[in-house]
């Protein structure tokens, strides 16, 4: 079973920073990307920035410039460096990971796993 741990959340003032890690962990997997996803109260949950396996990443417009998607593909860890925070950033920030699991009787299955979320906080 693919398992996520995530950390780094935290109280912050507003034009400060913090960096979010996401830690997976298991055996006979592989994975083809991660996401940092964050929601807040009252809003729906929004994608904040993507990465495959390969490096290519993806932002939302509003993180352009701001955050920072990373990924250590030795330590199947992926980082979120948020820079310039803003009050309106905070929210439950959630690490996606998605990929192949394989079992031993040959089979591949793909997987979709959701971490359980990290509380940031910036004050104005």
């Known amino acids: 079973q693919v398992q996520l741990v995530e950390s780094g959340g935290d109280l912050v003032q507003a034009g400060g920073f913090l960096s979010l890690s996401c830690a997976v962990s298991?055996?006979?997997?592989?994975?083809?990307?991660w996401g940092w996803y964050r929601h807040a109260p009252g809003n729906q949950r929004e994608l904040v920035a993507s990465?495959?396996?390969?490096?290519?990443?993806n932002y939302a417009d509003t993180m352009k410039g701001r955050f920072a998607i990373s990924r250590d593909l030795a330590k199947n860890t992926a980082y979120l460096q948020m820079n310039s925070l803003k009050p309106e950033d905070t929210a439950v920030y959630y690490c996606?990971?998605?990929?192949?699991?394989?079992?031993?009787?040959?089979?591949?299955?793909?997987?979709?796993?959701w971490g359980q979320g990290t509380l940031v906080t910036v004050s104005s």
């Open positions: 990465i495959s396996s390969g490096g290519i990443t």
């Open positions: 298991g055996s006979a997997f592989s994975i083809n990307g």
């Open positions: 996606n990971v998605h990929g192949t699991k394989w079992y031993v009787d040959g089979r591949r299955d793909p997987f979709n796993a």
